[in-house]
């Protein structure tokens, strides 16, 4: 795929956010059930509705669509696949449920790369997006492209990609930061955090934390608003591949503890090893 269509991509995936957001804010509005799946997340009529918004806009473009709500998809099928959408339709879904905000979606384009395949993945995010729906803020980056902070999002639909990026600030931000700073899960924390958090005490003495849940995360670690983002705990690959892609054209890195490598994606399962933005 020629990178100039990177940006025509994006400008679909944009689309399909909105309209998923347009869903999750329907729901959001009123009382609403919450059920859960087999690893006890929690799961509600937003995830859904979200999902079926999106999937039918990013199927126009000719492309699969892997959903953390979407049908499964056999390895070997989706592992055959040059570029498919990997889409989390509702990515805080904990924070949608205590009605914080905190929620986000995540759309990602990825492509295969030119590495070894099997359980260590096939793919790598080529551009994304992740939208907060309540803030009505997007972060959007494509591969050599930049990364990019929108504002009042919702009010510019139908817009060409290079229109946006002048309506945007360019990713990371100049900051005022005395501190060293550490973003860590609303939701998430285990003993391995704790552990990260004592050696960077030791490293640079005080470490300030901002807590913020879903994706969210990435957005500001992309603005340069915090130092690092350790995550030991479960996550999946729907959850960080626009977080790489927009972390990575804004300078910074997210790594896999378990290879010491960027992370790769479409592997046999898709649960995500531990990782560090910085």
């Not at 930049?146 to 100049?174: D, F, K, N, W």
């Not at 705990?233 to 804004?250: K, L, N, R, Y």
């Amino acid at each position: 795929m020629p990178d100039i269509q990177l940006p025509h991509l994006l400008d679909a995936a944009i689309d399909a956010a909105f309209a998923g957001a347009r869903a999750i804010m329907k729901v959001y509005a009123g009382p609403f059930a919450v059920d859960h799946k087999a690893d006890r997340s929690p799961l509600t009529e937003a995830d859904r509705q979200a999902h079926q918004a999106i999937q039918q806009v990013l199927l126009a473009t000719g492309l699969p669509v892997l959903s953390e709500e979407g049908a499964e998809v056999p390895v070997l099928e989706r592992q055959a696949w040059m570029h498919y959408w990997l889409v989390d339709p509702l990515d805080g879904t904990k924070e949608f449920v205590k009605r914080n905000g905190e929620f986000t979606v995540n759309i990602a384009l990825m492509q295969r790369d030119n590495m070894s395949g099997g359980p260590l993945g096939t793919a790598i995010p080529v551009a994304g997006l992740i939208y907060s729906p309540v803030q009505d803020v997007l972060y959007f980056a494509w591969q050599g492209g930049g990364a990019y902070r929108l504002q009042a999002a919702a009010t510019r639909t139908g817009i060409p990609a290079y229109e946006r990026v002048a309506m945007s600030t360019r990713l990371p931000i100049a900051q005022d930061r005395a501190a060293y700073t550490m973003l860590a899960s609303r939701s998430h924390r285990s003993p391995e955090t704790e552990a990260f958090i004592q050696r960077k005490e030791q490293e640079h003495g005080t470490v300030a934390f901002t807590f913020m849940g879903s994706a969210l995360k990435f957005g500001l670690m992309a603005e340069g608003a915090a130092d690092v983002y350790p995550r030991y705990a479960p996550t999946m690959e729907w959850d960080t591949a626009a977080g790489q892609i927009i972390c990575s054209e804004a300078g910074k890195q997210l790594i896999d503890i378990t290879t010491d490598a960027p992370m790769r994606y479409n592997k046999n399962e898709l649960v995500n090893n531990w990782f560090i933005v910085q």
